[in-house]
């Protein structure tokens, strides 16, 4: 189906452990996007990819690993989770950056918890 | 601090009443995007407006960008229970899009 897909929807891991979030569009969109949300911060920026193999940071890529080899995926890795890494987690991808009028399609989301 | 500053943060009205949501930054933004969250989905893309002053309508929905391309509102005339959900507005600083916290807006029927 075309869209953009994120998996697992749900995820428990424990304190330390590495967990990958992943993220597969269907668009061949260049530019590709993760975000956080959080009660009381709304969406903040982790990393974003203007294309495969380019990658750059956000607003809070701290404890964030990223990867695109491939143009339709661009999964987000916690390398040593944290507590404070639990929260909702949305890929997101565009046609263009978000200086031109192109929207972002989003995600259903993965929620992570970590204990 | 936020970018974007929205308000209300919570909005709860009867079915049948008008609502207005604001987005308000100090910076100058190339274009202005709302964008309406349900509970358990990702945000979906309303409407995108780039010109200074410019009003958009999507049905009920009326969207305007203020003139010094700095604020916008989005107001909803009559609103519906399927109104109901988290509104977004995001805008461009850079080459990124940056999000205001949002305004949860609940239609009661």
């Known amino acids: 189906d075309a869209g953009i897909t994120q998996s697992p929807r749900y995820k428990i891991t424990e304190t330390g452990r590495q967990v990958t979030l992943m993220c597969h569009q269907t668009w061949s969109h260049s530019y590709m996007f993760w975000y956080r949300q959080d009660l009381g911060h709304g969406l903040r920026l982790i990393y974003y990819?203007?294309?495969?193999?380019?990658?750059d940071k956000g607003e809070v890529p701290d404890g964030y690993v990223v990867s695109r080899s491939k143009t339709e995926n661009f999964p987000l890795t916690l390398e040593s989770a944290t507590r404070s890494q639990t929260s909702v987690y949305f890929c997101?991808?565009?046609?263009?950056?978000?200086?031109?009028?192109?929207?972002?399609?989003f995600g259903s989301g993965t929620r992570l918890t970590v204990v | 601090t936020q970018l974007l500053e929205q308000s209300p943060q919570f909005l709860s009205i009867q079915e049948g009443e008008n609502l207005t949501v604001y987005c308000n930054s100090s910076s100058v933004f190339s274009s202005l995007q709302w964008y309406r969250q349900e509970p358990g989905e990702g945000p979906v893309l309303l409407v995108t407006?780039?010109?200074?002053?410019e009003v958009k309508k999507l049905k009920r929905l009326t969207f305007q960008f203020g003139d010094a391309r700095k604020d916008s509102s989005l107001h909803i005339t009559a609103a519906q229970p399927g109104d109901t959900g988290l509104y977004l507005c995001?805008?461009?600083?850079?080459?990124?899009?940056?999000f205001g916290a949002g305004t949860t807006v609940t239609v009661r029927a």
């Open positions: 995001a805008g461009v600083p850079s080459h990124k899009l940056s």
């Open positions: 990819s203007a294309a495969a193999d380019i990658t």
């Open positions: 407006v780039v010109t200074g002053g």
């Open positions: 997101a991808s565009s046609e263009g950056p978000g200086s031109t009028n192109y929207g972002y399609t």
